[in-house]
């Protein structure tokens, strides 16, 4: 799959959670379409888990090995997201991928993808090539009491990049949707400075 790696950023707009950055990018992916063909054709097993408590309500996910991660074009378009997103002198590196995929009627829980102050980050690509309002599928961003404070729409080929330890959710599409929901999650850690 190939895609435009050069050029401008595209538009974002910025939300904050409590003092944390939650970065909307769109028109990063133009080929979403070709990401949900693949997709199509990917094993997907029932063992992914919000948090320990909710291990009983596995969630679909296909893992995708960082050496292969980091010769796809959507790599690239990450770290240059990323690129704006951090601090100055801040680099990173993945340490985990994978596509989750959800239907009507999945369980979906709130959670963290770190603990509080790792100074993690989560790339979130929404792999679609059409979605509409009516269909759900939103992303929900919540702060300490529990309040919806953001909710990311899914679009094709959007991405959501927003710090780790920020209490949210993916939910899963409404009944009137009948094509998967699509998310590919990039974590990735803070390198030590040299």
């Not at 003092?19 to 094993?43: H, I, Q, S, T």
């Not at 690129?83 to 959670?111: E, I, S, W």
């Not at 770190?114 to 919540?142: H, I, K, S």
């Not at 094509?179 to 990039?186: C, D, K, L, N, S």
Request: glycine fraction near 8%; aromatic fraction near 12%.
């Amino acid at each position: 799959m190939s895609a435009d790696i050069t050029g401008a950023l595209p538009h974002h707009r910025e939300v904050l959670v409590e003092g944390r950055r939650v970065r909307v990018f769109d028109g990063y992916l133009p080929n979403a379409a070709e990401y949900v063909a693949e997709l199509a054709k990917m094993p997907f097993t029932r063992t992914e888990v919000a948090r320990p408590e909710t291990a009983g309500y596995k969630h679909w996910v296909s893992e995708l090995r960082i050496e292969a991660l980091l010769r796809q074009p959507i790599m690239a378009l990450t770290h240059r997201a990323v690129k704006g997103f951090a601090a100055p002198g801040t680099a990173y590196r993945p340490y985990r991928a994978y596509t989750n995929v959800a239907g009507y009627g999945d369980m979906l829980f709130t959670h963290v993808d770190c603990l509080p102050g790792q100074g993690e980050l989560t790339a979130l690509w929404y792999l679609c090539d059409r979605w509409d309002l009516e269909w759900g599928g939103e992303t929900m961003f919540f702060d300490a009491q529990g309040d919806a404070v953001c909710a990311v729409t899914p679009r094709p080929g959007r991405l959501v990049v927003f710090d780790g330890d920020i209490v949210h959710v993916g939910r899963p599409p409404n009944r009137i949707c009948y094509v998967p929901r699509y998310t590919f999650a990039i974590k990735l850690e803070r390198m030590a400075a040299a």
